[in-house]
């Protein structure tokens, strides 16, 4: 890396300033990532790697008629020559833009703290404990016959730097880790999972994530079959962790406004919408916090394109920490400074993580399986498409153990299901509350990994039609 992040994004806005034509807005954002990570096969270390990338984003801003247009590229540069060339091609598209929707003001501002710190790495030493603890679950998948072991673990450090041409300046570093172990038996006729999110690895702790596997695969000796239908059913926090980003990320207060989501005021007028609805008698509580000391992120807007929730004229913006549901009820939807002044709803800028809790939850998934009777413990959820966004059904299949429930004890397990399911409804047949833990949305962790969720028992979970899905 040729030149510093900061000297970058100096240089981009330098280069907006300078270009004829004008006059010409910017914000410039270089983000520089470190990546670690492992992958385990048939109980052995297959593969671990090591990267570091940087690319750089241009916001280029320009009046054209009728409006202000943006051209935005992100491309990788690591020197002054790259970024400046980069500006100048976004310069091109704005000048040839049509005038955009959400044209604002560009975000002001001062030099904030640690703008001039470099950026922050990771590397193989965050994985060691973690090796060290699989070469000793490999040693006994060997000496245990019919055992295998498989996964992977990822850790990054991204930092980012952004600036404005009114002369903001922000840092930010954001963690991301993630570990997923797999344990298959008997030819691989049983498989069951366990995964976690973490910020640096040391929370994580692999023998406690083998014994989930393990018990799983105990339950699994005992198969039984059992027909579709709507059965009272225990969602562990990873699989509540995937239907509750979905609710998240569809929770836009434009959608909403305009009637095409399930958070629109059924029969209203138009621009109506469900807040301050409740969504649930049970007083959860739906929240995301930059600030979390165990899911911090970004608080300020970073947006390398516009979306219902972000836009790009709001790069800078703070985001501070919303409550999406309070005492069950919808209190905020996602939003930008042009959805705000489209739809009269107050702009919640989007947050990277996400906590649901409820004041007296407690226990795991094995404990609200205990209080359940008869029904059902799910594993984890994968394969989950959108059927109908005004109610938001889903569908998606069950994955690594699905068990069954009698009189409060795992008997045995069964096959898998096709669900067809709506997050916002199930929060209204929710029974039972778990204590909330950190844990890894297995559908969307390519995309969202920090959620801390508590396990619910949700009453009538549909499932539709048994899978053939190992």
Same mark, same amino acid.
């Given at each position: ?5 900061q ?10 300033r300078?270009?004829? @034509?004008?006059?010409?807005g910017a ?12 992958r385990?096969?048939l ?6 790697g ?6 750089v ?10 409006g ?9 540069a ?8 980069l500006v100048?091609d976004a ?11 959400d ?5 002001s ?6 703008w ?23 040693a ?7 055992r295998e ?7 990054e ?8 041409s009114?002369?903001?300046r ?26 976690r999110?973490?910020r ?11 014994a989930?596997i393990s ?20 969602l562990?926090?990873?699989a509540?962790?995937?239907l ?9 207060a434009r ?49 390398r394109?516009s979306?219902?929730t ?7 913006l ?6 999406w ?13 042009h ?18 809790s409820?004041?007296?939850?407690t @226990?795991?998934a094995?404990?609200l399986?205990?209080g359940?009777?008869?029904g ?8 989950i498409?959108?059927?109908?966004p ?5 569908t998606?299949?069950?994955r ?5 429930v ?22 209204s ?6 204590a909330?833990?950190?844990?890894l ?20 979970m ?5 899978s053939?899905?190992?």
């Open positions: 890396m040729s030149d510093d992040p000297v970058l994004v100096e240089a981009g806005l330098e280069a907006a300078s270009l004829a @034509g004008g006059p010409f914000v410039v954002i270089v983000e520089e990532s470190w990546q670690v990570n492992l385990w096969a109980s052995g270390l297959t593969t671990n090591f990267t570091r990338s940087r690319t984003t241009a916001v280029v801003t320009t009046p054209v008629e009728g202000t247009a943006a051209g935005v590229l992100t491309r990788p690591t020197d002054v020559t790259a970024v400046r060339a100048a310069a091109g598209v704005a000048r040839t833009g049509a005038p955009a929707e044209a604002a003001e560009l975000v501002g001062d030099v904030l703290p640690g001039d710190d470099p950026a922050e790495e990771t590397g193989p030493a965050t994985l060691a404990d973690v090796a060290g603890a699989l070469g000793e679950l490999f006994r998948d060997r000496a245990t016959p019919g072991s498989f996964g992977f673990a990822r850790h450090l991204s930092t980012s730097w952004l600036g404005t009114g002369g903001l922000y840092r930010v570093v954001e963690p991301v880790g993630m570990i997923e172990l797999n344990g298959k038996s008997e030819n691989r006729s049983r498989s069951a999972w366990a995964g999110g973490t640096d690895f040391t929370d994580v702790d692999v023998p406690a994530l083998d989930e018990q799983g695969l105990a339950w699994q000796a005992n198969r039984i079959a059992l027909p579709p239908g709507r059965y009272d059913t225990v562990p926090p990873s509540v962790a995937d509750m980003v979905y609710a998240y990320w569809s929770a836009d959608s909403a406004a305009e009637g095409r989501s399930v958070y629109s005021a059924p029969g209203g007028p138009p621009g109506r919408t469900r807040l301050g609805e409740p969504l649930t008698d049970v007083p959860l509580s739906l929240r995301s916090d930059p600030a979390d000391p165990a899911l911090g992120c970004a608080d300020r807007v970073i947006a394109a979306s219902p972000a836009s790009v004229f709001d790069n800078g703070p985001t501070p920490a919303v409550h549901l309070d005492g069950g009820r919808l209190t905020a939807l996602a939003g930008t400074r959805t705000e002044a489209l739809t009269g709803v107050p702009r919640a800028g989007a947050v990277g993580n996400l906590s649901l409820a004041p007296e939850g @226990g795991t094995v404990d399986a205990a359940l009777g008869d059902l413990l799910l594993t984890c959820l994968w394969y498409r959108e059927v109908d005004q109610t938001l059904l889903l998606g299949l069950t690594d153990g699905v068990y069954v009698r009189g409060g004890e795992v008997v045995g397990a069964t096959s898998n299901f096709r669900f067809n399911e709506s997050p916002v409804d199930a929060l047949r929710v029974a039972a509350v778990g909330p833990e950190l844990c949305p297995r559908e969307w962790s390519d995309w969202f990994t920090r959620a801390r969720m508590p396990a619910l028992l949700v009453r009538g549909n499932m539709s039609s048994v053939e899905a190992s």
